[in-house]
């Protein structure tokens, strides 16, 4: 090799030994894992048929017509066509490339190789490097540019978060080249990268951290790997300046500021502070992701490995919204913390990573995807007597649909794990193992969790140190494992790594057992919920509390159809335990024939009683079901039951009573609402979000049956003396002077609605906040179209 090119290589030689040093363990590439037979592998190929279900011209179509080029086929409508348009087709090159990483499929593989051929087209009519759908993306993007911008929560410059768009497509792109081998997709994302140098090139950092406010994605991450991937530092200091430092610092500090925030918007941040510290050293943005990851996964989050409620992160000493309300944990959370997860188990090599990997893992998005038909989940209730809905293969495009189809393509990535002559086993599902540096494969082959163990087969010969996880849900000393039949002395406790070190021959057998238990789980805030765990698997029991009913499990294509809009059960008709001893586990006994399914006689009051059953969450679909179960004594049954029922008959009357509402400052059901905007700001306020404006700002509400009587509103006594205006469809509704002697430091305000303007508005109403001279509309807390 010549000086000349060595020393062109040089940035690339040293980023790679300092990404070596920094990083203790390394995951297998995905090609060299195949999944063998498993809920896992069922759930593979239920989403590669559905991925290959979607129709790339469709998905295509917002590229090619932001090119100035005619689609081949329209786009699919819902968020596709509606603001968010391309962020899909992001997420399915994503998902082709870790499927032809994980299968080998060649028809997936012909798809991805169309799908980025189609985008190169796009991106060459550009002319300058840019790939988007967002609708108009160019004007906004011209104004950013020259400093012209304005940005909320979920929108810069009226556009629907356009960086947490364009990421999708960044890291479409990465993963094309990083698992599907296409060298165009690698030069695509560096043309792509250098777009978004020129577009930034002139804001000031203040700028830069202003334009953060609005969702973003994990921009900081793809630029980040932009640098791994040429050695050029000017990508790793854009990434820099995408890192917000609203929620970098607190995090440096030890500080939880999480309460109020929209939870996905800051886990890519995270990801993005712990891929830029891999790859510069940089010891306080690691500690800040430490921080982050502890501070979720100990302290905001379920049992199913979920955490959030409509989005948001609520108070981590009060968990009743997460009983109260329908929106529960969002997928695409746990997807993101389990890339989070990975990422600190690679520095670390510490098992609590693996732990919680495998509890998300089986228990949320498992259970995510509909067996057979496929389809996923948006929001998981834990809510008793709730159930899921689940997207269509040509109608719902939401983000959980994006990080779905990714989920399920890439089951092999974490199983396995090295590290020089360490072999870490993390996760127990059947799988082959090519480890192609020590020339052996190893094959893991079980029934688990059906059956407490796993057994591993070399092939080949080597020395090196076999690393089992000891999981947390094993009791010290009950771990047993056996080298061809030989047992084995164990050191390791419950959260720790059984390690194995000799010279391996063909042939070779580690039979491991892995004693399960069934154990009560509270609910983080120590409130009187638990759920019921074998092993890491959740157990949960469908429910039937309306015979008659026919609930839709399948979301149609509205904005809104992710929620889940059956009738809300009252609490108090909930199935409970009762029993006089809180530890009543001795009541647990399995089904015979039924593998991970059990019954707990005369401890179940209420639903089906003691023929109850509790199965694995991840099998329970298209029903009702209780996650969490309410305890008590049989004393206190009754007076718990009118409690329930006492703080639920208001707010139930009132959502029976309630057609549209909006919850302000909160981003979907914002967006879901066609939030419109000038000089509009959000915020929270005693764990409230409101949302103001020095001009005006806007919702769209449905009134479909024409029945909207009152429009019902929600301020703050903070706000006393503010005057503004309230139109609906442009008429004046009502001049509102918010007083300043109110009792309340939160109360409600009713406005009827004239007969004469519903009878124009076809069941379509804009209500719009428009602020008097020298005052701001708002704050509004809360917006209700009332019958």
Excluded at 117 to 137: C, H, M, S, T, V
Excluded at 397 to 424: N, P, Q, R, T
Excluded at 520 to 549: C, R, W
Excluded at 638 to 667: F, S
Aim: net charge neutral.
């Amino acid at each position: 090799m010549t000086l000349k090119r060595i020393a062109a290589l040089l940035p690339q030689l040293l980023l790679a030994f300092g990404s070596a040093s920094a990083n203790a363990a390394e995951l297998f590439p995905l090609r060299d894992v195949r999944l063998g037979p498993s809920p896992f592998l069922d759930a593979q190929a239920t989403d590669l048929h559905y991925l290959m279900a979607m129709e790339p011209d469709r998905l295509l179509a917002p590229f090619l017509r932001e090119a100035g080029m005619e689609p081949k086929k329209p786009s699919y409508g819902n968020w596709e066509s509606t603001g968010l348009d391309g962020h899909m087709g992001g997420h399915y090159l994503s998902a082709l490339a870790l499927m032809v990483a994980s299968t080998g499929d060649a028809g997936v593989k012909e798809r991805l190789d169309y799908f980025v051929a189609e985008l190169k087209r796009a991106q060459q009519a550009n002319g300058d490097g840019y790939l988007g759908g967002i609708p108009g993306g160019r004007a906004a993007w011209r104004d950013v540019a020259a400093g012209e911008l304005h940005a909320d929560n979920f929108s810069v410059n009226g556009k629907w978060v356009p960086w947490y768009n364009l990421h999708k497509i960044y890291a479409g792109l990465r993963d094309a080249y990083r698992y599907g081998g296409s060298e165009d997709a690698r030069t695509m994302l560096i043309a792509l990268s250098d777009w978004a140098l020129r577009l930034t090139g002139h804001l000031s950092d203040e700028q830069m951290q202003s334009m953060l406010k609005s969702e973003h994605g994990g921009m900081n991450e793809v630029l980040a790997d932009v640098y791994q991937m040429t050695g050029e530092r000017k990508y790793l200091d854009l990434a820099l300046k995408f890192s917000h430092q609203a929620l970098l610092q607190p995090l440096e500090k030890g500080e939880d500021r999480l309460t109020g925030l929209h939870a996905n918007t800051q886990i890519p941040k995270v990801i993005g502070f712990k891929r830029i510290a891999d790859l510069s050293g940089n010891r306080d943005m690691e500690r800040a992701a430490e921080f982050f990851w502890q501070t979720v996964v100990e302290h905001r989050t379920v049992a199913i490995g979920g955490n959030s409620v409509k989005e948001h992160f609520h108070d981590d000493k009060d968990f009743s919204p997460m009983i109260n309300e329908v929106e529960g944990p969002e997928t695409c959370n746990t997807y993101n913390m389990l890339k989070l997860s990975e990422m600190l188990f690679v520095s670390s090599e510490k098992s609590q990573y693996a732990d919680y990997y495998e509890r998300a893992l089986y228990n949320h998005i498992l259970g995510s995807q509909r067996p057979g038909t496929g389809g996923f989940v948006y929001f998981t209730p834990m809510r008793p007597n709730q159930y899921r809905v689940y997207s269509q293969v040509d109608q719902a495009m939401w983000c959980c649909v994006g990080s779905g189809i990714e989920s399920h393509a890439k089951y092999g990535e974490f199983i396995y794990a090295h590290d020089g002559d360490a072999l870490f086993v993390n996760l127990f599902i059947p799988s082959t193992l090519q480890w192609r540096e020590k020339g052996v494969q190893l094959t893991q082959t079980n029934r688990f969790p059906d059956q407490a163990g796993t057994r591993i087969t070399v092939e080949g010969d080597a020395r090196f140190t076999m690393k089992i996880r000891y999981p947390a849900w094993v009791a010290a000393g009950k771990l047993a494992v056996r080298v061809n039949g030989r047992l084995v002395k164990i050191v390791a406790k419950p959260g720790e790594y059984v390690a194995i070190d000799r010279a391996w021959r063909r042939g070779d057998r580690v039979d491991v057992n892995l004693p399960m238990t069934t154990r009560l789980e509270q609910m983080p805030d120590k409130s009187n919920y638990y759920a019921v765990l074998h092993g890491p698997i959740v157990l949960a029991a469908k429910t039937n509390p309306f015979p008659a009913e026919r609930l839709n499990f399948l979301a149609d294509d509205s904005r809104m159809g992710h929620i889940a809009s059956g009738q809300v059960c009252p609490l108090e008709s909930a199935p409970t335990f009762v029993s006089d001893r809180k530890d009543f586990m001795r009541r647990f006994r399995p089904v015979k024939g039924k593998p991970l399914t059990f019954t707990a006689p005369g401890l179940v009051q209420g639903g089906a009683g003691s023929s109850t059953e509790f199965i694995p969450f991840f099998r329970l679909h298209d029903s009702r079901y209780v996650v969490y179960w309410q305890q008590s004594t049989p004393g206190d049954f009754a007076r718990m039951r009118a409690e329930n029922a006492a703080k639920e008959a208001e707010r139930l009357a009132l959502d029976a009573q309630t057609i549209d509402q909006v919850a302000p400052g909160e981003q979907q059901p914002e967006s879901d609402h066609f939030f419109k905007g000038e000089g509009a700001e959000v915020g929270v306020n005693g764990g409230r979000h409101w949302r103001h404006a020095t001009g005006w700002f806007s919702y769209r509400l449905n009134d479909p049956k024409q029945e909207a009587r009152v429009l019902r509103l929600t301020f703050a006594r903070v706000d006393g003396g503010r005057r503004f205006d309230i139109l609906v469809n442009g008429a004046l509704l009502a001049e509102i002077a918010l007083p300043t002697d109110v009792a309340d430091e939160f109360y409600t305000r009713d406005y009827a609605l004239p007969a004469s303007l519903m009878q124009s508005a076809s069941g379509k109403l804009e209500v719009r906040f428009v602020a008097k001279k020298d005052s701001v509309a708002g704050g509004l807390y809360g917006l209700r179209l009332l019958r």
